[in-house]
Structure formats: structure tokens, C-alpha cells
């Protein structure tokens, strides 16, 4: 059963940063796509980032492209994102999404991210 | 405003069938697959069917994907009250993206 533990939110101030993480188990962890998906309190999901299983594909969202890293440690089981120059409007729970080759994402439970001063 | 389309809400009486649209463009429904994803209150997001019409294991065949086109939906037979949810679709786009519809507030009357 793929199982998925998102930790590292927390409340920054605008323009600081915050790295978060992800723990994998249950699953073949390098063999599994992954991603970022975050939504903003009472908004629907939006895509943050992907990484390919190897890591060496990466895609962005406009949105955060330049101020977050989507990263990841096959041997640790575990998927990263550092935050830089964060905003108001990255105020959201983040979700690691893990995609296996058949299609579709499994999610972990979240982790919430408040950006205020 | 999301790039896939959703009605924001939908309703329906248990044991009824339920219907809800998820429309897109040709880079992301017309040439990719479409998954999509149950979020009871207060949780996070659950894998209801991916690659069109695929169920994972445990999802009721109660809940059933289709696609034409540049358009996908999602029915829901024998509706029940723990059904009450918000439901989105998602693609993959063409411009190396995932894209998601905004939701839709599923009502149990």
C-alpha cells in the first residue's frame, strides 16, 4: 500500500523559505513518478511540480517556476521541495502525489504552509 | 480559473445516478488520459479512476470513468450519502503540465 508522509510546513514570513518533505514506504519508490500538488484554504488542487523517477526530469508550474526545487533521494525514500521567496499566495496545504506508470496519483495527507508576516 | 471545466456543484437523491463533466482543449483530454479524484471534507484527495475508465483496487464499480474527445465524465450509480465529496478531474497537457478541473460539490439530498 503506498503510504505517504509530507512534514517541514509551517508559517514563514513573505519572502523567507521552507523545505518540505516527503516519506515514502510501501512501495518501489524509484520506480514511481512524483509530484507536488498544492491547494489553497477552501480553493481546488493545483499542480506544483514533477519529477521523473530517476530525477532527471523536472517541470514547474508558472507559478513557482525559478523559486521552488523539486528533489529527490531514492535511497532515503524521499521526495523534497525547497520554497525560496515565498508569497501570500503559496499559503496552501502541499500534497506529495505519488504516479505509478499505470496512471493517476496517490496522495499523502498534506502538509500546510502559512505565509504571512 | 482552471484550465479543465467542472460544474461547481452537482446533486442527486440516494440511489440515483449522478453525472459530472470534466472539458478540456486537444493538448491535455484530446491527446492524454484523464484521472479522477474523490476529497471527502477535511482529507486529502483520493485516486477514484485513472486512464479514463480504470478503477483502482477497493473503488466501488458504483464509480465509473468515460472520454470523448476533448470531454470526460465521471458517474456515480446508486448514490449514497457517504458519496457527498468534491471531485476533480486532471489531465496531463501538452505544455508539460498536470492540469485539474476547479471541482465539483457533490450534494446527497
Known amino acids: 500500500e503506498v503510504q505517504l508522509v509530507e512534514s517541514g510546513g509551517g508559517l514563514v514570513q513573505p519572502g523567507g523559505s521552507l523545505r518540505l518533505s516527503c516519506a515514502a514506504s510501501?512501495?518501489?519508490?524509484?520506480?514511481?513518478?512524483m509530484n507536488w500538488v498544492r491547494q489553497a484554504p477552501g480553493k481546488g488542487l493545483e499542480w506544483v511540480s514533477y519529477i521523473s523517477s530517476s530525477g532527471s526530469t523536472i517541470y514547474y508550474a508558472d507559478s513557482v517556476k525559478g523559486r521552488f526545487t523539486i528533489s529527490r533521494d531514492n535511497a532515503k525514500n524521499s521526495l523534497y521541495l525547497q520554497m525560496n521567496s515565498l508569497r501570500a499566495e503559496d499559503t496552501a496545504v502541499y500534497y506529495c502525489a505519488a504516479e505509478p506508470v499505470t496512471g493517476g496519483f496517490y496522495w499523502g495527507q498534506g502538509t500546510l504552509v502559512t505565509v504571512s508576516s | 480559473q482552471s484550465v479543465l471545466t467542472q460544474p461547481p456543484s452537482a446533486s442527486g437523491t440516494p440511489g440515483q445516478r449522478v453525472t459530472i463533466s470534466c472539458s478540456g482543449s486537444s493538448s491535455n483530454i484530446g491527446s492524454n488520459t484523464v484521472n479522477w479524484y474523490q476529497q471527502l471534507p477535511g482529507t486529502a484527495p483520493k485516486l477514484l479512476v485513472y486512464s479514463n475508465n480504470q478503477r483502482p483496487s477497493g473503488v466501488p464499480d458504483r464509480f465509473s470513468g468515460s472520454k470523448s474527445g476533448t470531454s470526460a465524465s465521471l458517474a456515480i450509480s446508486g448514490l449514497q450519502s457517504e458519496d457527498e465529496a468534491d471531485y476533480y478531474c486532471?489531465?496531463?497537457?501538452?505544455?508539460?503540465?498536470?492540469?485539474f478541473g476547479g471541482g465539483t460539490k457533490l450534494t446527497v439530498l
Open positions: 486532471a489531465a496531463w497537457d501538452d505544455s508539460l503540465t498536470w492540469v
Open positions: 510501501g512501495f518501489t519508490f524509484s520506480s514511481y513518478e
